[in-house]
């Protein structure tokens, strides 16, 4: 089972800043099979990103992902009020599915 | 729009047995994979059971693996996730999650439900 750490647990940062969350797998994820999700509380998850730098449908450009191999980046250009929630990456390349265990991005 | 209402969650004892429901709109259901995906309180997220389109192939997280049975009805629109023995640690939200192609294996979540809360307690 490829195991995924995120980091850091958590970032604070403000409102028009950058934030770079970062996704480690333990083996390489195939393809580059990673994706991003963004979930605030109460709600469920929502799909940012696909093959590791795909944005999904209705996603603004200030999102993006990069990396391959082992190491994944999600990157936030400049944050907006509502980009405030957790993120979990998965890898999907190899069975079973597993996620990260989350970023929690907190205003500052 | 695609919708997909989780339902059949509810307080349960050990040991006893449960059956989620999830019905699909929005979207030709029988061209896709679906999944459930859980998630334990205040924690993160745990991928539980796939179906392929046609039933074909599924799939189970080793700690569901011989409890859990998962199918569907594309007939309905439904897809179900029978959960039996059920444990404390089977505690969570149980999303049901489509994927974006018809197998089961490499595919991500494109779409997700609101979830359905299981709780396991005596």
């Known amino acids: 089972e490829i195991v995924l750490t995120q980091s850091p647990g958590t970032l604070s940062l403000s409102p028009g800043e950058r934030a770079t969350l970062s996704c480690r797998a333990s083996?390489?994820?195939?393809?580059?099979?990673l994706a991003w999700y963004q979930q605030k509380p109460g709600q469920a998850p929502r799909l940012l990103i696909y093959?590791?730098?795909s944005r999904a449908t209705g996603i603004p450009d200030r999102f993006s992902g990069s990396g391959s191999g082992t190491d994944f980046t999600l990157t936030i250009s400049r944050l907006e009020p509502e980009d405030f929630a957790v993120y979990y990456c998965?890898?999907?390349?190899?069975?079973?599915?597993?996620f990260g265990q989350g970023t929690k991005l907190e205003i500052k | 729009e695609v919708q997909l209402v989780e339902s059949g969650g509810g307080l349960v004892q050990p040991g006893r047995s449960l059956r989620l429901s999830c019905a699909a709109s929005g979207f030709t259901f029988d061209d896709y994979a679906m999944h459930w995906v859980r998630q334990a309180p205040g924690k993160g997220l745990e991928w539980v059971s796939g179906?392929?389109?046609?039933?074909?192939?599924?799939g189970y997280a080793d700690s569901v693996k011989g409890r859990f049975t998962i199918s569907r009805d594309n007939a309905k629109n439904s897809l179900y996730l029978q959960m039996n023995s059920l444990r404390a640690e089977d505690t969570a939200l149980y999303y049901c999650?489509?994927?974006?192609?018809?197998?089961?294996?490499?595919?991500?979540?494109?779409?997700w439900g609101q979830g359905t809360l299981v709780t396991v307690s005596s």
């Open positions: 093959g590791a730098s």
């Open positions: 179906i392929s389109w046609n039933s074909g192939s599924i």
């Open positions: 999650a489509k994927a974006y192609r018809y197998s089961v294996a490499e595919v991500y979540f494109d779409y």
């Open positions: 998965q890898q999907y390349g190899s069975s079973p599915k597993t």
């Open positions: 083996q390489s994820v195939s393809s580059s099979y």
